[in-house]
Each structure stands twice: as structure tokens, then as C-alpha cells.
T-cell receptor, first 115, second 113 residues
Framework: NAGVTQTPKFQVLKTGQSMTLQCAQD?????MYWYRQDPGMGLRLIYY???????DKGEVPNGYNVSRLNKREFSLRLESAAPSQTSVYFC??????????????FGPGTRLTVL | GEDVEQSLFLSVREGDSSVINCTYT??????LYWYKQEPGAGLQLLTY?????DMKQDQRLTVLLNKKDKHLSLRIADTQTGDSAIYFC?????????????FGKGTSLLVTP
């Protein structure tokens, strides 16, 4: 039981390049999330998927797209990377059952640098 | 959205108690969480409290909740050097963002020998 896994762990891009960050969970969770973490800013929600087949924008969605490929996998794509997207990206998942504590489990993060 | 507020830095001596404070924004938050982040790692759930409770104790951790003031605190008894990390409080705001959490900016706890 690996929990939430993310690939790659580190990535350096040049401005304008594209890439996809991969996330997978093996806990049969309904909801999945992408956050970015910047120094002094805490975590900010980029996109989330409340359930398989749905995706919605969070607080800072500009410059990103997502795909909920199946219940396990939720990918984040940068179509044309910009230096402002240099950050640490965290994927999380949760069971998301109404009326229950909805603990989110986080992956180890992807450290992205855009030059 | 509105900010969840935390002090940015706390330094304590090994063996002392640490108290990390948080002011949250949404009085309808059902659960409030404390997460811990060690250097270079992801976030790890430490504990949570249901909004109808005012205190929860879990070994060295004590969470206090004051709903009237929207104030949450985390007390770590007998703080150890291994407790040095960033601590985030998070609320579950009523919003369209599913169950997404609203995080504070984190408190860096430094424990000195």
C-alpha cells in the first residue's frame, strides 16, 4: 500500500516547455487534489477532482490543466511553463464521504524549476 | 479567499512545551486539522478536531478549539528535536471546492538542544 505517489520528484524546465506531473493513489479514494506550495504562501489549491469523471478549478488554476484518468490517477499539465510556476507541487487524495472526517493524504511532492 | 492566520516562526528548547496558534476563517468548518511537514517531505496528518469538541488529546499533542473566537491551538508536550518542522493548520470551508482544505501559511518550529 504505497498511498499517494508522484512522479517525477524533481524537474527543471525552460520557459515555454510543457510537461505533465503524474499522481496515483491506491486507497480507492474518491477525491483528488493538486496544490502548489511557495515560500511564505502555504498551500494553494490548483485543481481538484471530487469524483472520477469530474474536475474543477481551485484558487490558482491559470496555466494548468488536469485529467482524472481513472479513479486512481490525476495528472497536472503545464502547457507552456513560466518562471512563476516554479514551485513544489503536491497531490493529495481523500475518501470524501459526506458526514465523515475527510482526511487528505499527501504525496511526497514534485519540485519544479522553470528557467 | 480569506486567510487562515498562523505565526510564522516559533523556537523552543528541548523538553519544553510548544504552543502553535491558528485563527481560521470559516465558522462552518466541520473539521480542523494540523499537518506536519518535515524538510523536503510532503504533509503528514498529525491530528484533527471535530467542530463540536473544544479539546482533543493524543499522546503528547493537545488541540484546543475556541469556536467563538475561531481560534485553534496545538500544544506539543516535552518537545523533541525531531519535532522541528513546519506545522500547518487547515479548515474545511463551505465552498464549491469539494472537500479541499484551506491552509494557513505554516509555523516553522525550531527545537534547540
Amino acid at each position: 500500500n504505497a498511498g499517494v505517489t508522484q512522479t517525477p520528484k524533481f524537474q527543471v524546465l525552460k520557459t515555454g516547455q510543457s510537461m505533465t506531473l503524474q499522481c496515483a493513489q491506491d486507497m480507492n479514494h474518491n477525491s483528488m487534489y493538486w496544490y502548489r506550495q511557495d515560500p511564505g504562501m502555504g498551500l494553494r489549491l490548483i485543481y481538484y477532482s471530487a469524483s472520477e469523471g469530474t474536475t474543477d478549478k481551485g484558487e490558482v488554476p491559470n496555466g494548468y490543466n488536469v485529467s482524472r484518468l481513472n479513479k486512481r490517477e490525476f495528472s497536472l499539465r503545464l502547457e507552456s511553463a513560466a518562471p512563476s510556476q516554479t514551485s513544489v507541487y503536491f497531490c493529495a487524495s481523500s475518501e470524501a464521504r459526506p458526514g465523515y472526517t475527510d482526511t487528505q493524504y499527501f504525496g511526497p511532492g514534485t519540485r519544479l524549476t522553470v528557467l | 479567499g480569506e486567510d487562515v492566520e498562523q505565526s510564522l516562526f516559533l523556537s523552543v528548547r528541548e523538553g519544553d512545551s510548544s504552543v502553535i496558534n491558528c485563527t481560521y476563517t470559516d465558522s462552518s468548518s466541520t473539521y480542523l486539522y494540523w499537518y506536519k511537514q518535515e524538510p523536503g517531505a510532503g504533509l503528514q496528518l498529525l491530528t484533527y478536531i471535530f467542530s463540536n469538541m473544544d479539546m482533543k488529546q493524543d499522546q503528547r499533542l493537545t488541540v484546543l478549539l475556541n469556536k467563538k473566537d475561531k481560534h485553534l491551538s496545538l500544544r506539543i508536550a516535552d518537545t523533541q528535536t525531531g519535532d522541528s518542522a513546519i506545522y500547518f493548520c487547515a479548515e474545511t470551508p463551505y465552498s464549491n471546492s469539494g472537500y479541499a482544505l484551506n491552509f494557513g501559511k505554516g509555523t516553522s518550529l525550531l527545537v534547540t538542544p
